[in-house]
């Protein structure tokens, strides 16, 4: 049994890896099972088809997301219910909660190939939805919390101000990818002593940001604590 949910976790990494760094149009059969290390064999006895891997990336993504979003609310649970005024407070516990999500390039990659394949396939849609709206709940839940302790609480839906903040957090990805890419990009350049006019970045070489605080694209998620602000109020004594 274990074996096998080794073997189904070697073909999702070796997905995840692909979509990633080739685009869904490196998602081929032998590309999969080459990188995972299997036979075809190997792969129709844990999945009946491609899209039904596909299909248990996008679970496992999802519900890796929510994971880590309700472990960071309980550890804020456990560290107790200390409101505080000090208006850092939401910038350091929105970054907690950003870094557990990881704002870069794989996961503006991911999440957009998802989302642009459940708008064209009624099928994909009706089956991300759920995993969405859940996902949604988990964010709404830490948006929540951030902003109780920070002694304030929302004075607008809830629901909309987290899809509003899911809108920036993927826009931020995307420019941190640009950017790191492109920061690559002028090193690579400056250490060519000779060669061609143009120089080809390889997609692995390309770094995930792992702190918000640090990314290139911080600027872009700081929008996001001025929205906070906005769309809440002060706790009444």
């Known amino acids: 049994m274990g074996s096998r949910f080794e073997t189904q976790d070697k073909l999702i990494a070796a997905t995840r890896h692909i979509i990633i760094h080739e685009g869904i149009e490196g998602f081929t059969l032998d590309n ?42 309980q550890q804020w649970q456990d560290r107790g219910k200390r409101e505080s005024r000090d208006h850092a407070v939401i910038e350091d516990l929105l970054f907690e909660a950003l870094d557990a999500i990881g704002v870069n390039r794989s996961l503006f990659i991911l999440h957009s190939e998802m989302l642009t394949r459940s708008a064209r396939d009624a099928d994909w849609g009706a089956r991300l939805l759920d995993l969405n709206d859940e996902f949604v709940r988990a964010l709404s839940a830490v948006l929540e919390a951030i902003l109780h302790a920070a002694g304030r609480t929302p ?83």
């Not at 999945?47 to 929510?66: P, Q, R, V």
């Not at 002593?193 to 911080?218: C, H, L």
């Open 32 to 73: 999969v099972c080459t990188r995972a290390g299997f036979s075809r064999g190997a792969f129709y006895s844990n999945f009946a088809t491609k899209d039904s891997l596909l299909a248990t990336l996008a679970e496992d993504e999802y519900a890796g997301l929510i994971e880590r979003l309700n472990l960071k609310v």
């Open 155 to 237: 004075t607008r839906d809830l629901r909309a101000l987290t899809h509003t903040v899911i809108g920036i957090v993927l826009r931020a990805a995307s420019v941190d990818a640009l950017r790191t890419t492109a920061k690559l990009r002028a090193q690579n350049d400056a250490s060519r002593v000779v060669g061609p006019a143009t120089i080809k970045t390889n997609s692995q070489e390309i770094p995930d940001s792992t702190s918000v605080a640090k990314s290139p694209a911080r600027d872009i998620v700081e929008m996001i604590l001025l929205l906070l602000y906005a769309a809440s109020e002060p706790l009444q004594p």
